[in-house]
């Protein structure tokens, strides 16, 4: 069963940055679409971005579009999400997501706070 680990969440403060990584284990991990989504609390989840397996395309949801990118390291099967001028809005769990024709597999969460 394929596993992802998100990493990278913590405090913040307002105008910062923080980078998340989301380690896959899979030897197929370039065969697989991958999104970060999150959920703010009391909120239900938001996608935010998706990178296709061959790094080509690459969509933002307007709320981080210019703050946020999205990259992956098919050679260390790890998905990247640059959050730049981060704001209160944006303090949420952020999940990882890979998706492959039917199969579907999510992270556990990294929390993201931004505060001062």
């Known amino acids: 069963e394929v596993q992802l680990v998100e990493s990278g969440g913590g405090l913040v403060q307002p105008g910062g940055s923080l980078r998340l990584s989301c380690a896959v284990s899979?030897?197929?991990?370039?065969?697989?679409?991958m999104s970060w989504v999150r959920q703010a609390p009391g909120k239900g989840l938001e996608w935010l971005s998706f990178?296709?397996?061959?790094?080509?395309?690459?969509t933002y949801a307007d709320s981080v579009k210019g703050r946020f990118t999205i990259s992956r390291d098919n050679a260390k099967t790890t998905v990247y999400l640059q959050m730049n001028s981060l704001k209160s809005d944006d303090t949420a769990v952020y999940y990882c997501?890979?998706?492959?024709?039917?199969?579907?597999?999510w992270g556990q969460g990294t929390q993201v706070a931004v505060s001062s």
């Open positions: 997501n890979a998706q492959r024709f039917d199969s579907n597999y």
């Open positions: 899979t030897f197929t991990f370039s065969n697989y679409a």
């Open positions: 990178i296709n397996t061959g790094s080509a395309s690459e």
